[in-house]
Structures are given as structure tokens and as C-alpha cells.
């Protein structure tokens, strides 16, 4: 069973295997969602536990609607950093 995504509340916490394919809504695979959170592209989970980690669906849905529309997270480097 998959969640309705459209009437989660944002601050809902959703695992990791909520949010990626095949079910979820962000259509990587676990293994790349992990990389991507690794590198700051991806939203922090807000829990971090012992074979637990969640996400505020709202920072989720949030990065979502940026991917859409083309932004992507400033890094060090672009924003003038070391």
C-alpha cells in the first residue's frame, strides 16, 4: 500500500522506501536518494536511528517542486566559497 501523497500534511515523516521508486514520488532509486542527501542535493532527514530515517514530507515535496522548475542547491564553490 502506497501513501496519498497529496493529502499528507508537511509535517508528516515519511522512511526513505516511502519516498523513492518504484512507490514514491522521487523517481531515483534508494541507492541514489542516499547519494544525493550524501552531497546536500537531497533534503537532511530530521531522524536519524538504528535502521530509521525520516524525512519532513514537506522538505521532500518542497524539493520536488524545485527540481521541476530547474533550481538546483547553491554549492560552496558557485556561491563563492573555499
Known amino acids: ?21 518504484p512507490n514514491g514520488p522521487v523517481p531515483v532509486s534508494r541507492t541514489k536518494w542516499k547519494e544525493l542527501v550524501s552531497a546536500g542535493l537531497a ?16 522538505d521532500v515535496r518542497q524539493w520536488l517542486e524545485d ?8 554549492t560552496e564553490t558557485e556561491s563563492g566559497g573555499a
Do not use: C, F
Open 67 to 74: 527540481q521541476v522548475a530547474g533550481e538546483k542547491p547553491e
Open 43 to 58: 533534503p537532511q532527514p530530521v531522524v536519524r536511528q538504528h535502521k530509521a530515517v525520516l524525512w519532513r514530507w514537506g
Open 1 to 21: 500500500m502506497s501513501l496519498d501523497y497529496r493529502n499528507l500534511p508537511d509535517e508528516a515523516l515519511v522512511h526513505q522506501i516511502e519516498v523513492t521508486r
